[in-house]
């Protein structure tokens, strides 16, 4: 999935003994420097502290009359700090940047020494970055310095990209289909508290309002789906539109809902709903959920855990696979998963197995080999109203030969991976959060702790 632009608003400030030329020169490059970086920004002109407040009035009303997710405050210079309150504080919800530019060198006649020109950036952001923190404001201090000037712009974009995260959690419904599967305790949600805290609705459908869907599905589109993966899918027994029909009934029923209540993930009731009650396993409509639909997909009515899946797609646009853990061995931890992995995890095709587990019925089982790499693994908790996210990182490498007992023979290797961690396994064991980790590729630490400290989320 592509991350859409964020959404800024940008504003600089610079001293009204300072020359005017040389701020609005400075803001210019600032600007450009964030559009090159792919920023989407909404400015308005440099304010300075004239005396009678007039640019303060109008930076503030034209920023009042825009639609943006974080507010970057760009110090060009020297500006008394009352300047910058003045036009900021109407916006203290939103997340902001407090960025300081940097002086620039100049030779006179292209000789040596070069001499370094300043309007005192770093003063202003000084008097103001404590100011901010003593105000509640939600704000990220990045400043340049003079070798470099305007090379923070990524980093300034790297937040922006944070704060849209944010508000677009503040705006996600997920929806779950029943309700604590397996009378499981770490998947629970505790509605209310969500809602304050990240802003995050979940919302309960009922399996029978599935069920009820799944007859009046049009066969045509049944068909067509099937056709569809029988060609995608590479299956170790011949797939047919008989074998699949459940499943896609099941996939568009969901799908329906999520149409009509705007989801942007699904956890569905897995061994004592679709199992138990509809008589197949979930696997493949949880493949057709997030391959097919877009939407993050986790079982087992694991509303902490599709939460954590979209802190990670709205940050990285990736697939954020869920993934349990199996064994921790001395360096290592082994992930797999007993049902499904999305196809933007897959390493080559989509592989498919028709086979049982105990007592279940032949259902489908994805046994796609996962990519390896670079990983961040993460898992959301609370206590009460307090929200915790304990985070690690490590080296995902392909698995030794393993299965899990009680799959019809000769078992299933299930996806899965070994994660050298870079912490001792040890210390990441003690600090556990429940048995699904969502997994990025790539070391995506400082985007999490962001995010943590403008949701008020404890990072672990």
């Known amino acids: 999935m592509n991350i859409p632009p964020a959404q800024a608003a940008f504003v600089g400030f610079g001293e009204v003994n300072t020359p005017r030329d040389l701020i609005e020169r400075k803001c210019q490059a600032a600007q450009t420097a964030l559009q090159k970086a792919g920023l989407q920004l909404f400015v308005t002109a440099p304010v300075s502290d004239d005396p009678a407040g007039v640019e303060v009035s ?27 309150i003045d036009v900021v504080s109407p916006f203290a919800h939103k997340p902001m940047v407090l960025w300081g530019l940097t002086g620039e060198y100049v030779r006179d006649h292209n000789q040596a020494p070069r001499r370094l ?15 901010f923190d003593a105000l509640g404001f939600r704000f990220k201090f990045i400043y340049d310095t003079a070798d470099a000037p305007y090379a923070a712009a990524g980093r300034v974009k790297d937040f922006c990209v944070v704060a849209q995260a944010a508000a677009r959690l503040h705006s ?103 199992k138990k009650l509809l008589g197949f396993t979930p696997a493949a409509a949880l493949m057709m959920l997030s391959d097919l639909g877009g939407l ?20 990285t646009g990736q697939a954020a696979a869920y993934f349990e853990f199996y064994e921790f061995f001395k360096d290592c931890v082994l992930m797999g998963v007993p049902d ?7 390493d080559g095709a989509v592989q498919i197995r028709l086979t049982r587990f105990g007592q279940l019925s032949v259902g489908v089982l994805n046994v796609s080999k996962v990519k390896t790499g670079r990983v ?22 392909t698995p030794r030969p393993w299965e899990e007992a009680g799959w019809t023979p000769p078992a299933p290797q299930l996806p899965s991976l070994e994660v050298i961690l870079d912490s001792p396994v040890e210390d990441f064991a003690q600090k556990v959060c429940g048995q699904h980790y969502i997994l990025a590729y790539g070391d995506i630490r400082p985007q999490l702790a962001d995010l943590c400290q403008l949701l008020g989320i404890e990072l672990v």
């Not at 020109?117 to 100011?131: N, S, V």
């Not at 499904?340 to 897959?346: D, H, K, N």
């Not at 961040?376 to 490498?397: P, Q």
Request: glycine share 6%.
């Open 58 to 84: 109008r930076a503030r009303n034209e920023l009042a009359a825009a639609d943006f997710d974080v507010l970057i405050v760009c110090l060009a210079g020297w500006i008394p700090s009352h300047a910058v």
């Open 296 to 315: 993050t997909t986790i079982p087992e009515n694991d509303g902490l855990g599709a939460v954590t899946q979209l802190i990670v797609r709205f940050l």
């Open 117 to 131: 020109i300043t309007t005192a950036d770093q003063a202003g952001t000084t008097a103001l970055r404590d100011t």
């Open 172 to 274: 996600a419904r997920i929806g779950s289909m029943g309700w604590r599967d397996m009378k499981l305790f770490a998947t629970q949600v505790d509605a209310a508290s969500l809602r304050r805290v990240v802003g995050t609705e979940l919302e309960i459908f009922e399996t029978l309002e599935i069920a009820q869907r799944m007859p009046a599905q049009d066969p045509a589109e049944v068909a067509h789906i099937a056709d569809g993966l029988i060609v995608t899918w590479q299956s170790d027994k011949p797939l047919s539109v008989e074998i699949l029909e459940p499943s896609i009934r099941l996939y568009l029923a969901v799908m329906e809902l999520v149409r009509l209540r705007h989801y942007q993930a699904i956890t569905l009731n897995d061994v004592d709903g679709v």
């Open 376 to 397: 961040t693994l993460c898992r959301l908790a609370s206590r009460g109203d307090r929200y915790r996210l304990h985070i690690v990182t490590g080296e995902a490498v």
């Open 340 to 346: 499904f992995v999305p196809a933007g995890v897959v």
